[in-house]
């Protein structure tokens, strides 16, 4: 299809007036790959805050030489190139500089092929395999490397990665018997392990049991890791929660009694932050449903922005019968309950068997704030039930903006019971359905159903499946257009244009009308869960905006990323800049795992990408072309404070200013290049006069004045011009006479 170029238009248009959600702060992503004798494909990141005039130059370092412009002129069109000039006998090292106004900005962090580097399309991390060990009854079981999550760790705007290692004694809840335990590593892409967590003998292993996120919560800019656990697990610094001694697997391998925890950890070092009762507790297992231990503990998890600037943690128990939900904030170095639902609450009965094996997250409502979608349920941001289509448990959910004529996002839903439709797509607002596809089986519908526009002949998504009704390929109108695809897995985006490819066990393929073509297979890897055939991780990882497809090799001794080295003529953001794309990455792993979807519709005829309503927070210099320092890192005296009394505010605090000779001084801050320069100044006034204080930079002064913002948990921001030196700077704010409004971050744009 003909190439287009879409870039956001982040400072060409006014953000509307939602919160703005906290995202990383990440690095350009460089990654390179050799694919001949002399090639090597190299991709990068656009930022969602990058400005639409962007370019980049790409260079290149031989063996700690000079680096060399490899491009003729600025890079508009793609953030990838295929240097074809590469001497491989030897190690290169690549980076990019951003190009604004003309002018070269720092260079991004780099990447290095080492010398010799084998002709492949992959990136390895090597393993540590955990020993095998014993059950009480006498089984052996060794260890399967299984789904993978990410997050940046340390703060350095690389990701880290966080593996979950199975047993191969992992049950399905509906069987009996003992497993081993379930740990989870951290490792660099390097390979450099940073911590072991074993969760204990009493987390049993199994896809609904044992579910696990990587996500920054307290924008701090490093993830935590929240999971599920029990007396005797064991953080990455040895401390053990509970009894270690502790053992309540009863003869069947079911845990059934004893206490059952939340535990959040500090993705540095695997230490424990904060442990607390799990929300809900099994109580007497029968009332879930069964007495054996199926229904009790179907868990899933995920993360959602429920006020629309600050990710919250979702945990949740049962979804056959009765489902519980609650939902989670860490700030400020203490984990709080936000709310629950329950479906045993009055009111909320039409909730109880409305759950998948999988859940998203979405603005369906479009308040900037997201929903969490429980397979057939919809629950609202503050926890209250927003609508249930009815149609019960499923095992496959996609959400997302399928049908670009309409307005707001559709849920495709798969459907278990005999009695009611085996899918259908409905409107993700209001539950209305837009057609539904009928089981004519007499028995359970589908187990896999798939939206993606994978057919440029058809307007929008497609929806198919397989399973009971699942004999064709539909529109949004529950149309036949044509056959169905290979597969009704996992989706990709991997070659140069728009439409989405399927990814299934360890190949890529592209759909035809009249059959798949093979795209690639990986050789020597192969993907995980059984007849699920699910991938480690699929998603936007590196490079740019084209997803890269994770598997584990045959002898679990690496993790291999797939990078794609089509060179693409069309550019956009980052999909980890779009907050619903994002926490998909984090909820992939759960139970029967899911691809992600964007908030906007990718596909043939798009219209270009949105720009993305966020804020770039956490500790470091920006890797972006816009910097924000939360102030509560920086330098106070002369009775300022930090405080988190008043909502509303990024990062971990605030700053309060004295009335007189108080002051906050903001070092290192970056001049991008120097000269004029707009400062956002995001600040509160809860009264009803305004107040002048002085703004040095660098030593030179100026009045600035804030104005009142009606509340002192209503934020707004102070736009002022300074001139900026190249490179390091020094921001200083000074009371004098009167106190200032209370700031809570600068940003240079």
């Known amino acids: ?146 789904d993978l999550s990410i997050g940046d760790l340390d703060g350095d705007g690389e990701y880290e990665y966080v593996l979950k290692w199975d047993p191969t004694n992992a049950k399905d809840n509906s069987q009996s018997g003992y497993t081993g335990n379930v740990y989870l590593d951290a490792y660099e892409l390097n390979g450099t392990r940073l911590w072991r967590i074993d969760l204990g003998r009493n987390i049993r292993a199994g896809a609904h049991y044992t579910q696990f996120i990587v996500y920054d919560l307290d924008g701090d800019g490093r993830a935590e890791v929240a999971a599920k656990t029990a007396d005797g697990t064991r953080s990455g610094t040895g401390q053990v929660i509970g009894s270690a001694s502790a053992d309540y697997r009863n ?133 209250q039930g927003l609508y249930v289509s009815g149609l019960g448990h499923g095992d496959a959910l996609h959400v997302g903006d399928f049908v670009p004529s309409r307005s707001g996002l559709e849920i495709w839903d798969i459907h278990e019971s005999s009695s009611v439709p085996g899918a259908d797509l409905r409107d993700a607002r209001t539950g209305a359905r837009i057609f539904a596809i009928n089981n004519t089986s007499g028995s359970e519908g589908p187990g896999r159903g798939v939206a993606a526009d994978i057919y440029s002949g058809n307007a929008g998504a497609e929806y198919w499946g397989s399973g009971p ?3 064709n390929l539909f529109n949004a109108s529950g149309a036949s257009i044509g056959r169905t695809p ?30 798949d073509t093979r795209l690639l297979t990986g050789s020597g890897v192969t993907s995980n869960n059984g007849t699920k055939s699910t991938p480690a991780l699929s998603g936007d990882v590196l490079g740019d905006w084209r997803e890269e497809v994770i598997w584990r090799t045959t002898d679990n001794a690496f993790l291999r990323i797939y990078t794609t080295t089509n060179v693409a003529t069309n550019r956009f ?119 002048t204080g002085r703004l040095l930079v660098n030593g030179v002064a100026q009045n600035i004045t804030f104005n009142p913002t009606g509340a002192w948990t209503a934020w707004s921001t102070l736009n002022v011009s300074v001139s900026l030196n190249n490179g390091s700077n020094v921001l200083r704010f000074e009371s004098t006479g009167q106190d200032l409004g209370n700031i809570d971050q600068v940003t240079v744009q």
């Open 486 to 515: 290979g597969s009704a897995n996992f989706l990709v985006w991997w070659d140069t244009d728009t439409l989405r490819e399927l990814l299934d066990s360890n190949h890529i393929d592209k759909y035809g009308t009249s059959s």
């Open 251 to 383: 003869s069947s391998g079911y845990v059934l009694s004893g206490p059952e925890f939340l535990t959040l950890f500090n993705g540095q070092n695997g230490a424990v932050l904060a442990t607390t009762n799990y929300v809900p507790a099994r109580g007497t297992v029968s009332s879930w449903g069964d007495s054996y231990g199926n229904r009790v503990d179907r868990f899933l998890a995920g993360v959602a922005y429920l006020d629309g600037q600050r990710p919250s943690l979702i945990m949740s128990r049962g979804y056959y019968t009765r489902a519980v939900i609650a939902a989670w904030d860490w700030r400020n170095g203490a984990l709080t309950q936000r709310w629950t639902f329950d479906s045993n609450t009055s009111g909320n009965s039409a909730y109880a068997g409305q759950g998948n094996h999988n859940l998203s997250i979405a603005d369906v409502d479009t308040d900037g704030r997201q929903e969490i979608i429980f397979g057939a349920a919809t629950i609202d941001d503050n926890g």
């Open 469 to 471: 009704g699942m004999t």
């Open 573 to 691: 953001y980052t999909f980890l800049h779009d907050p619903q794309y994002r926490v998909a990455l984090a909820w992939q792993n759960v139970a029967y795992n899911q691809p992600p979807h964007p908030s906007f519709f990718v596909g043939a005829n798009m219209s270009p990408p949105p720009t993305p309503n966020i804020t770039i927070v956490g500790g470091g210099e920006n890797p972006g072309t816009q910097d924000t320092y939360q102030a509560e890192n920086g330098l106070i005296g002369g009775g300022t404070v930090t405080e988190t009394t008043n909502a509303g505010y990024m990062g971990s605090a605030y700053v309060n200013s004295s009335a007189n000779g108080g002051y906050l001084e903001i070092q290192g801050v970056d001049g991008r290049g120097g000269g004029s320069k707009a400062l956002s100044i995001r600040y509160a006034l809860g009264v009803t006069s305004s107040r």
């Open 1 to 146: 299809m003909r190439a287009c170029l879409f870039v956001p238009m982040l400072f060409a248009a006014m953000l509307d007036a939602h919160a703005q959600a906290q995202m990383e702060r990440l690095s350009r992503g460089v990654v390179a790959v050799r694919t001949g004798s002399s090639s090597v494909y190299v991709g990068w990141r656009l930022f969602g805050n990058d400005p639409s005039g962007i370019a980049f130059n790409l260079y290149r370092s031989t063996a700690g030489g000079a680096a060399t412009l490899l491009n003729g002129t600025p890079m508009t069109a793609s953030t990838n190139f295929v240097d074809n000039s590469a001497p491989t006998t030897q190690a290169n090292t690549y980076f990019v500089r951003p190009v604004l106004n003309g002018v070269e900005q720092a260079n991004s962090a780099s990447f290095t092929l080492p010398a010799n580097a084998a002709t492949q399309q992959y990136l390895q991390i090597p393993l540590q395999i955990p020993a095998g060990g014993t059950t009480p009854s006498g089984e052996a079981y060794t260890y399967t490397a299984n």
